[in-house]
């Protein structure tokens, strides 16, 4: 059963949006799925067995689609992995892929199926797009022929790559996407040889689309929206969240926020692997998510989005994540710092003992001050201060600067970065910011049950710190201000050390 959160007063807004043909606004929907995963196995299955898992998962996503449609919406974002699932090799994932033409060839698959030989799961998502008058993405396989006189060509004599594709209400395809930063596991694509920005343009602002990894990027990530330009971003993914962190919805919702543009982000649901969060971001807030480690569901979202952006009176100031932290001199401290690893990387961290502070922690060139008053400090809980200035190496390589308050898992101090659920501890006023060398700073505000802090509670100065503004006590898992150094990245991400077992 597929259930829906979408606020009465949009569904109405809708309505009349669609009646007076007026696009300065527009209804986005995403939708979370359990994905229906194949069986396992050392040898591919039949062209016609994989079909019948994908149209399996179509039929999910389809009553998806039709319900957004229903309800109004212009645009849905389904998730990567979404139509096969992830549990493949190069040689078993092959019959599910399908060759997927440049959208220059203005073809719609409905009205035209056999134009490029055998693409039936282009033809139903091209269908389902044209019959309820709805854009819709999803991500499939691509597979492109190659022979020796392309140097780079594998061994079996083909490409395969990652891809999402658009439709529109027409059922024209008009965007096609190849990951280009792949995460170390997925072994049964290849990296595209160039980098490539897609964007298209809509009555409802101009789109951009990458997937998953690719948040992580100067390229395509930061390329789509600040040399492009686009309104909003179409974002599939896989992601399993790995906290204090790296969760789905407080990286994106503040991907969102940093980079000031709407974010259409569609996870894949296996609470298993810790897969769940997916969400529908503004530049100036979060509009809808989802996150559920209870239930083996799917979900639909929908919210009203601003076409552009840009244009509005209320799109955020730029910040200066430096500004504060340059200006003022270190809290000093008799305390010792001592080391912490978050995600394979160790920080500098230092103790918060007392319920009102100062603290100054600094690694490399980035250090991380902050100011708190706590209003009920459990004994049994701790909590600490940690910077992060360095190059990640596993599962790919990126630099990264980080700040971060974050609760230790137990009372010993080891276990600061581990990954924590709840706290009883209350932050009563905050103030974080750091001396970073870089302006893509993503912050973030986690509260116990790893539920987003609303942002009534919390600002962004455009001096940088991340600063509560109310008075409210709330139980904080994690502050962070997350930042990017793209200068200092290797060429792709994708290409570092693989993924530690």
């Known amino acids: 059963m597929i259930t829906s959160y979408f606020p009465k007063y949009v569904a109405l807004f809708a309505i009349c949006v669609l009646c007076v043909g007026a696009l300065d606004t527009f209804v986005a929907a995403v939708y979370e799925h359990a994905v ?17 898992l994908m149209n399996k998962n179509i039929d999910v996503l389809e009553n998806a689609v039709k319900l957004a ?32 033409p440049d959208p220059e060839v203005n073809w719609i698959p409905c009205t035209d199926p056999q134009r490029f030989g055998y693409t039936p799961v282009q033809q139903r998502l091209s269908c389902l797009a044209k019959d309820n008058s709805i854009y819709v993405v999803a991500n499939i396989g691509d597979k492109k022929p190659c022979n020796a006189s392309d140097p780079q060509c594998p061994p079996d004599g083909r490409y395969q790559y990652n891809t999402d594709v658009v439709f529109d209400s027409e059922g024209r395809l008009v965007a096609r996407y190849h ?24 009555p409802f602002g101009k789109f951009g689309i990458f997937t998953c990894f690719d948040i992580f990027s100067h390229t395509p990530a930061v390329v789509v929206v600040d040399e492009f330009q686009v309104d909003s971003v179409l974002y599939p993914v896989a992601w399993y969240n790995t906290l204090p962190l790296l969760s789905a919805v407080p990286f994106h919702s503040a991907w969102a926020r940093a980079m000031r543009v709407n974010l259409l982000a569609a996870n894949t649901h296996n609470t298993s692997m810790h897969m769940t969060g997916s969400g529908i971001y503004a530049p100036e807030a979060v509009k809808v998510y989802h996150y559920d480690m209870e239930t083996e569901s799917g979900q639909l979202m929908l919210s009203e989005l601003k076409s552009r952006p840009r244009s509005e009176p209320t799109y955020p100031v730029a910040v200066d994540w430096s500004a ?11 305390q010792s710092n001592f080391p912490g690893m978050i995600y394979f990387d160790e920080l500098t961290f230092i103790e918060l003992k007392r319920n009102t502070g ?4 600094c690694q490399e060139d980035l250090c991380c001050h902050l100011t ?7 004994t049994d809980e701790v909590y600490a201060l940690g910077a992060f200035d360095g190059l990640h190496t596993v599962e790919g390589q990126y630099y990264l600067q980080i700040c971060t308050l974050l609760k230790c898992q137990i009372s010993d101090l080891r276990t600061c970065g581990e990954p924590v659920g709840s706290a009883f501890t209350k932050l009563e006023e905050f103030s974080l910011s750091g001396t970073f060398a870089t302006r893509y700073v993503f912050p973030q505000v986690i509260l116990s049950g790893s539920q987003l802090a609303p942002e009534r509670h919390y600002e962004v100065l455009r001096d940088g710190r991340l600063r509560s503004r109310s008075r409210t006590p709330l139980p904080v898992l994690v502050l962070a201000l997350y930042g990017r150094v793209f200068d200092k990245d290797p060429p792709r991400l994708g290409q570092g050390p693989r993924r530690l077992e």
């Not at 100062?358 to 922690?361: A, C, D, L, R, S």
């Open 36 to 52: 229906i995963l194949p069986n396992r196995t050392e040898t591919p299955v039949s062209k016609e067995e994989a079909l019948l």
């Open 69 to 100: 449609a229903r309800q109004g919406a212009h645009i849905i974002v389904t998730p990567e992995d979404g139509i096969y699932g992830w549990v493949f090799t190069r040689e078993t994932i092959y019959p599910y892929l399908e060759d997927i």
């Open 179 to 202: 990951k280009y930063n792949l995460f170390a596991p997925e072994i049964q694509f290849d990296f595209p040889k160039d980098s490539e920005s897609v964007t298209f343009e809509t």
């Open 324 to 334: 504060y932290a340059r200006s003022v001199k270190p809290f000093l401290s008799e």
């Open 358 to 361: 100062n603290y100054t922690v």
């Open 372 to 378: 708190y008053k706590m209003s009920e400090k459990r």
